[in-house]
């Protein structure tokens, strides 16, 4: 089915390690995003993508990388997992920079 | 600082009943409103939408107002379902530049 994959979708970590998480989308979407849910906080943005070999800082974005080396890929990672991080991971992708955001089902990771 | 601002954490409605979601901006240049459901454990999917240039937008059984000049918007559910129990997310967006979403909205339909 079309749509947004995310990868793993459940993770524990330990303070210090790393990790990378990964989403993925068939849509030919040219936008993606990486957004954080906290309880109590809603969607915060994380970084975000405008077309293959592109990204930008969103509003939260210190502690995280991003890359898209393909299109059609938005990965996220962790260098050094901090306890504050222990949240619900959604990415979404969409075609143009407003309409139509379609979300994956979220990563959620606990930091120990 | 929070753009986009959700003040009720929940709502709790009889079914059949009306149910009305708040939502207030703070941004002069959004010009694109979404509203997002969101299950447990599942992504936000689209659900509804107005654009700066309209003040109403219907879909079935739920309408968006946009009240520019109180930079205020709400989503109309009638009538509400059980099924529509939800977290609901208010999300507003200025031209090239990313959604900035609302805290949201737990919405509890009671037979």
Redesign the interface.
């Known amino acids: 089915n079309a749509g ?1 994959t995310q990868t793993p979708k459940f993770r524990v970590l330990k303070t210090g390690q790393s990790m990378t998480l990964l989403c993925a989308q068939d849509m030919n979407h040219e936008y993606m ?1 990486w ?1 954080r849910q906290d309880p ?6 994380i970084h ?1 993508s405008v077309g293959e070999g592109t990204t930008a800082k ?1 509003e939260v974005p210190d502690g995280y990388n991003v890359s898209r080396l393909k299109k059609q890929n938005f990965l996220l990672g962790l260098e050094s997992a901090a306890p504050s991080q222990t949240s619900v991971y ?1 990415c ?1 992708s969409s075609y143009t ?10 990563t959620r990771l606990t930091v120990v | 600082d929070q753009q986009v601002k959700q003040n009720s954490p929940s709502l709790s409605v009889q079914e059949g009943r009306i149910s009305i979601l708040n939502c207030d901006y703070t941004n002069s240049m959004f010009d694109y409103f979404l509203w997002y459901k969101k299950y447990p454990a599942e992504g936000p999917t689209f659900l509804i939408s107005i654009s700066s240039i309209k003040d109403k937008n219907e879909d079935g059984r739920f309408t968006v107002f946009l009240n520019k000049s109180a930079k205020h918007l709400s989503l109309h559910i009638v009538p509400s379902q059980p099924g529509d129990s939800a977290v609901y997310f208010c999300a507003a967006s200025a031209t090239g530049y990313a959604l900035n979403f609302g805290k949201g909205t737990s919405l509890l339909v009671t037979p």
Do not use: K
């Not at chain 1, 109590?40 to 943005?45: A, K, S, V, W």
């Not at chain 1, 920079?97 to 979220?106: E, N």
């Open positions: 947004v995003y957004y109590g906080m809603g969607l915060r943005l975000y969103g959604f979404a920079d407003v309409y139509g955001y379609t979300f994956g089902s979220g």
